[in-house]
């Protein structure tokens, strides 16, 4: 038995087809989705969301939004997502390393605010690389 997973974008779908498994990151912690889970709607957190597929782990960045899990179908929609294998290493660790220099000389609440957000973004897509190796 599988789920259909659909995760949107305000500008494309980037993922629309059958799964096994997933893992998605909320606000309140991991939850994993088979098959028959019970209906749920909940925030997704900045983080990854794993996919099991034909006995395969795949990763993807979300960049936080809503998940609505029921019938056997899962919709996300965050403001960004990206695949793990669409990101680029060298790309995205030079992100974190600027997000970091900036976190760290930020000053004032919302420079500090936007800078924790973009560092933890950052993170993120480097995770989500090297999350399933």
Do not use: Y
């Amino acid at each position: 038995m599988t789920l259909n997973l659909c995760v949107l974008t305000p500008n494309r779908t980037v993922w629309n087809s059958k799964v096994n498994e997933i893992i998605l990151s909320t606000n309140s912690g991991q939850i994993g989705v088979l098959p028959n889970h019970a209906s749920v709607a909940t925030a997704v957190d900045i983080g990854i969301l794993k996919i099991r597929l034909d006995g395969q782990w795949l990763t993807m960045a979300l960049m936080g939004g809503f998940a609505r899990i029921g019938n056997n179908e899962i919709t996300v929609l965050v403001n960004d997502a990206e695949k793990g294998s669409d990101i680029d290493s060298q790309e995205a660790q030079q992100t974190l390393e600027i997000a970091e220099a900036n976190f760290r000389k930020a000053e004032g609440k919302r420079q500090k605010i936007e800078a924790n957000l973009a560092l933890r973004r950052a993170r993120t897509r480097v995770e989500t690389i090297n999350a399933i190796s």
